[in-house]
């Protein structure tokens, strides 16, 4: 008897644990589905970011600089950029001087493309550029500075 009544001890305990082993597989497997669809999430969108930047000196001597800043989606769908700011110039000393822009409108990125904020310093323009020398530039004597500040959003096709 009392062999049987171990059995059946045994048989309730087994009875008892099932169901905890399938809530807590439910649980797991719930935990997961979250995990993969907030990954998913967050890999699917665009992704901006400053790519590179150049600046060519013209002339000889140098009397014009050409300048570009490179912009690159390197997200999985496209981007429509919004530019916040764009605000070129050139510091001398303590003292700004703005550089002309031309205006901006928002635009299309795709993945892997690449997109420019582009602008040109030059002698020959001195009332545009606010009495700034390329020279002082090559010579140190200025920085020349851009603030660029952009947001972008996926096109709500996507």
Do not use: C
Request: avoid cysteine.
């Amino acid at each position: 008897m009392k062999n049987k009544n171990r059995a059946n001890s045994g048989e309730r305990s087994a009875d008892k644990l099932v169901p905890g082993i399938a809530f807590l597989s439910l649980v797991v497997s719930i935990g997961s589905f979250y995990y993969t669809a907030r990954t998913f999430a967050v890999s699917y969108r665009p992704y901006l970011g400053v790519s590179g930047e150049k600046t060519e000196y013209f002339g000889s001597p140098p009397n014009a600089l050409q300048w570009s800043m490179q912009i690159t989606n390197v997200g999985t769908i496209p981007a429509v950029i919004k530019v916040e700011q764009f605000h070129p110039y050139v510091r001398i000393g303590s003292e700004i001087r703005d550089l002309p822009t031309l205006p901006t409108k928002p635009s299309l990125i795709i993945p892997g493309e690449v997109t420019s904020f582009r602008g040109l310093l030059a002698d020959a323009n001195p009332g545009e550029s606010g009495g700034v020398s390329v020279d002082q530039l090559r010579t140190m004597q200025a920085t020349f500075e851009v603030e660029l500040r952009l947001s972008y959003e996926a096109p709500e096709s996507f």
